[in-house]
């Protein structure tokens, strides 16, 4: 008998050294929790063993790993210190067992912990509390389905072993910690060495594009050293929405995609246009861009000083042409080849209304469609002076392009400077008879008459009255009527009083005419067509036809 269990004890102590030397080997806190269980459970031959933690922020003890455990409830239990075994052995006072646990009442019992235990078919719990340092950290748990009283030897090896699992345990969870954090010490260095690689990448770019700035504001160029840093597409919009600038060679503003990544580009209050990428980009894409941005501003505000400059000496120019002062040859020569012109050169006048659209985008696209022209916004309109001979195509394709309304009073060519004042003052008188008309087109100025003087004049608020106010009456009645009085009364001045000439223009018999004639002079009275009246009643007719065409299809404005 001596003999046996000398040699229980043996193997008692081999186990326990054996376990000592596994559990010192683990590092992963759930490897050896699990190594713990296992081994005690196999030890001391019981139907399942489990290890508790404490959570001293919730005053209770929960089961972290078992074995043998059937039910989930179990497995999942959380006991309140000082409550049953598994709580009164995790407050560290001393190893405990009960043979017969929901009938002991030397135990404190819990109503659920108990009808966990009872779902379990668990009668026997021994178990020792997991010490290290002074600090209580848990309890390791054996328990039976049948009544039974574990020997002083097998407490003494769980005690044991308990001893070693909470070193074990502590050490495994410090180790963990100090991965946890060694970790986030990574982690932090990954972020900080991203972080710097970008703030590299941003310098680098920051460098390059500032340096194409300060070489020539051509937002292209600025784009163009984006999309190498960005690796995609860049589009610039203005605020109105139009393409002003691409990566992409040949790109039509309607094969433009849907913005993937967009950023504003302003300076001050102002937005000057919008920066977008044909895909959507990342954080760290996105800061690269916001600097492609900032230096696009500055180049679109550098462009816009020279342009402002250059916009300066051309209305200088201009001005000084309209001024009709004699000017320096030489001085004047010097200017006007800035634009690649010469004082001997065929120049045309137009007067161009731009009040639809942006004066610098119109002047912007005009640059581009008309060569040789310097431009300046002159009174309420565009001005142009361009040696071009094709300028009307030009302005015409350039117009169309954009959807805008083409409405211009032109004059020329001349072949002296001395006679652009004049010839401003004819392209301008055009401009404003085809405001009056609310007519689109071209009006050649060299063909206006004493009508489109007045309907300057009346445009500009220089005439007391109506201008049509002398045929009133014949317009009403034939609005009213769907006759054709004021064309008949029309073609009767023109023709000098032949009503066999009014027949003819107007395929009518003659006596068709005569009647016409007579309703006419009941509407306007007696001498309408006679001195002092007839010339206040032609001017009249002769503005009704520039207003609504009254004569056969013709005339000097070009749609």
Same mark, same amino acid.
């Given at each position: 008998?001596?003999?046996?269990?000398?040699?229980?004890?043996?193997?008692?102590?081999?186990?326990?050294?054996?376990?000592?030397?596994?559990?010192?080997?683990?590092?992963?806190?759930?490897?050896?929790?699990?190594?713990?269980?296992?081994?005690?459970?196999?030890?001391?031959?019981?139907?399942?063993?489990?290890?508790?933690?404490?959570?001293?922020?919730?005053?209770?003890?929960?089961i972290r790993q078992s074995d043998g455990v059937t039910t989930p409830a179990y497995r999942a239990l959380r006991m309140p210190l000082g409550v049953g075994v598994l709580g009164q052995v995790a407050t560290g006072l001393a190893p405990f067992q009960t043979s017969d646990y929901l009938d002991d009442t030397s135990v404190v019992h819990?109503?659920?912990?108990?009808?966990?235990?009872?779902?379990?078919?668990?009668?026997?719990?021994?178990?020792?509390?997991?010490?290290?340092?002074?600090?209580?950290?848990?309890?390791?748990?054996?328990?039976?389905?049948?009544?039974?009283?574990?020997?002083?030897?097998?407490?003494?090896?769980?005690?044991?072993?308990?001893?070693?699992?909470?070193?074990?345990?502590?050490?495994?969870?410090?180790?963990?910690?100090?991965?946890?954090?060694?970790?986030?010490?990574?982690?932090?260095?990954?972020?900080?060495?991203?972080?710097?690689?970008?703030?590299?990448?941003?310098?680098?770019?920051?460098?390059?594009?500032?340096?194409?700035?300060?070489?020539?504001?051509?937002?292209?160029?600025?784009?163009?050293?984006?999309?190498?840093?960005?690796?995609?597409?860049?589009?610039?919009?203005?605020?109105?929405?139009?393409?002003? #600038?691409?990566?992409?060679?040949?790109?039509?503003?309607?094969?433009?995609?849907?913005?993937?990544?967009?950023?504003?580009?302003?300076?001050?209050?102002?937005?000057?246009?919008?920066?977008?990428?044909?895909?959507?980009?990342?954080?760290?894409?996105?800061?690269?861009?916001?600097?492609?941005?900032?230096?696009?501003? &500055?180049?679109?505000?550098?462009?816009?000083?020279?342009?402002?400059?250059? &916009?300066?000496?051309?209305?200088?120019?201009?001005?000084?042409?309209?001024?009709?002062?004699?000017?320096?040859?030489?001085?004047?020569?010097?200017?006007?080849?800035?634009?690649?012109?010469?004082?001997?050169?065929?120049?045309?006048?137009?007067?161009?209304?731009?009040?639809?659209?942006?004066?610098?985008?119109?002047?912007?696209?005009?640059?581009?469609?008309?060569?040789?022209?310097?431009?300046?916004?002159?009174?309420?309109?565009?001005?142009?002076?361009?040696?071009?001979?094709?300028?009307?195509?030009?302005?015409?394709?350039?117009?169309? #392009?954009?959807?805008?309304?083409?409405?211009?009073?032109?004059?020329?060519?001349?072949?002296?400077?001395?006679?652009?004042?004049?010839?401003?003052?004819?392209?301008?008188?055009?401009?404003?008879?085809?405001?009056?008309?609310?007519?689109?087109?071209? &009006?050649?100025?060299?063909?206006?008459?004493?009508?489109?003087?007045?309907?300057?004049? #009346?445009?500009?608020?220089?005439?007391?009255?109506?201008?049509?106010?002398?045929?009133?009456?014949?317009?009403?009645?034939?609005?009213?009527?769907?006759?054709?009085?004021?064309?008949?009364?029309?073609?009767?001045?023109?023709?000098?009083?032949?009503?066999?000439?009014?027949?003819?223009?107007?395929?009518?018999?003659?006596?068709?005419?005569?009647?016409?004639?007579?309703?006419?002079?009941?509407?306007?009275?007696?001498?309408?067509?006679?001195?002092?009246?007839?010339?206040?009643?032609?001017?009249?007719?002769?503005?009704?036809?520039?207003?609504?065409?009254?004569?056969?299809?013709?005339?000097?404005?070009?749609?």
């Amino acid at each position: 008998m001596a003999n046996t269990m000398r040699r229980s004890r043996e193997d008692l102590l081999r186990v326990l050294l054996d376990t000592a030397t596994d559990l010192t080997a683990l590092r992963d806190v759930e490897a050896v929790l699990q190594a713990i269980v296992r081994r005690t459970r196999a030890i001391v031959g019981a139907d399942m063993a489990y290890i508790s933690l404490n959570d001293p922020e919730r005053g209770d003890t929960y089961i972290r790993q078992s074995d043998g455990v059937t039910t989930p409830a179990y497995r999942a239990l959380r006991m309140p210190l000082g409550v049953g075994v598994l709580g009164q052995v995790a407050t560290g006072l001393a190893p405990f067992q009960t043979s017969d646990y929901l009938d002991d009442t030397s135990v404190v019992h819990d109503p659920e912990v108990d009808e966990i235990v009872r779902a379990e078919a668990v009668e026997t719990i021994m178990g020792a509390p997991l010490t290290v340092a002074g600090r209580v950290i848990g309890a390791l748990i054996v328990a039976e389905r049948r009544s039974r009283r574990f020997e002083p030897e097998e407490v003494s090896c769980v005690e044991s072993i308990a001893k070693q699992a909470a070193v074990a345990i502590d050490n495994s969870l410090r180790f963990e910690e100090m991965a946890r954090r060694a970790e986030l010490l990574n982690v932090e260095h990954r972020r900080s060495a991203a972080e710097l690689q970008l703030a590299t990448r941003m310098l680098e770019l920051d460098r390059r594009l500032l340096d194409a700035v300060m070489v020539s504001p051509d937002v292209g160029r600025v784009l163009t050293i984006g999309r190498g840093a960005l690796d995609d597409d860049l589009y610039l919009r203005d605020p109105s929405g139009a393409l002003l #600038a691409t990566t992409v060679d040949g790109a039509a503003p309607d094969a433009v995609p849907d913005p993937g990544t967009a950023v504003a580009i302003t300076a001050a209050a102002e937005t000057l246009g919008t920066l977008h990428t044909g895909t959507v980009l990342d954080s760290d894409g996105r800061a690269l861009m916001e600097r492609v941005a900032v230096h696009a501003a &500055l180049a679109l505000l550098f462009s816009r000083a020279e342009e402002d400059a250059d &916009l300066r000496g051309q209305y200088e120019l201009i001005d000084d042409l309209l001024s009709g002062a004699d000017l320096p040859h030489d001085r004047l020569e010097r200017r006007m080849r800035r634009w690649g012109l010469r004082s001997d050169d065929r120049l045309w006048c137009v007067a161009l209304d731009v009040s639809f659209a942006d004066a610098r985008r119109c002047r912007q696209v005009l640059r581009a469609a008309v060569g040789r022209t310097v431009m300046t916004v002159h009174d309420d309109h565009l001005c142009l002076l361009t040696a071009s001979p094709a300028w009307e195509e030009g302005l015409r394709a350039a117009f169309a #392009a954009h959807g805008w309304p083409l409405r211009a009073g032109s004059a020329g060519p001349i072949t002296a400077p001395r006679d652009l004042r004049d010839a401003h003052r004819r392209a301008s008188l055009a401009l404003g008879s085809l405001v009056t008309l609310d007519q689109d087109g071209v &009006l050649d100025g060299e063909r206006l008459g004493m009508v489109h003087a007045l309907l300057d004049l #009346a445009r500009t608020g220089g005439l007391p009255r109506s201008l049509t106010r002398a045929i009133d009456p014949l317009l009403a009645y034939d609005d009213e009527r769907g006759a054709d009085l004021a064309r008949t009364a029309f073609y009767y001045l023109e023709t000098d009083g032949s009503v066999a000439r009014v027949a003819e223009l107007l395929h009518l018999h003659r006596n068709t005419v005569r009647q016409r004639l007579t309703r006419i002079g009941v509407l306007l009275g007696a001498g309408w067509d006679a001195s002092p009246r007839r010339l206040e009643t032609h001017l009249a007719l002769h503005v009704r036809d520039a207003q609504a065409g009254l004569r056969r299809p013709g005339g000097p404005v070009r749609t």
